[in-house]
């Protein structure tokens, strides 16, 4: 599956954006989808998750700011992300695979595909 990531930008301290996933290829409706991050400097981390089922899991750094969601006629999944602040910059890239479990969410090595990123920058 090929996916495209979108909706980055520079936004102010305390400010939202909403990202978008949109796969190609094949329907998302059977895979889990997740949303990483990397910070220059720093290792890619996990931010959120969404299960088949539409069960959410979400990094300590983000809960309760960040919502992941999907719309699967559009095939599309989302990540809100509101009251951001300047350590939210990074590159964020949506991730999938095939025969993903879903206590292996958070382990970037357990994906295959993957979307190729969209700069948030956020502004102090």
């Known amino acids: 599956v090929q996916l495209q990531a979108s909706g980055g930008g520079l936004v102010q301290a305390g400010g939202s954006l909403r990202l978008s996933c949109t796969a190609s290829?094949?329907?998302?409706?059977?895979?889990?989808m997740t949303w990483f991050r990397q910070a220059p400097g720093k290792e890619r981390e996990f931010v959120a998750a969404?299960?088949?089922?539409?069960?959410?899991y979400y990094s300590e750094l983000v809960k309760g700011w960040f919502t992941i969601s999907r719309d699967n006629a559009k095939n599309t999944v989302y990540l809100q992300m509101n009251s951001l602040k300047p350590e939210d910059t990074a590159v964020y890239y949506c991730?999938?695979?095939?025969?993903?479990?879903?206590?292996?969410?958070?382990?970037?090595?357990?994906?295959?595909?993957w979307g190729q990123g969209t700069q948030v920058t956020v502004s102090s």
């Open positions: 991730a999938t695979s095939a025969g993903l479990i879903i206590s292996s969410l958070r382990l970037e090595n357990q994906y295959n595909s």
């Open positions: 290829g094949r329907s998302l409706s059977s895979y889990h």
């Open positions: 969404i299960t088949r089922s539409r069960s959410e």
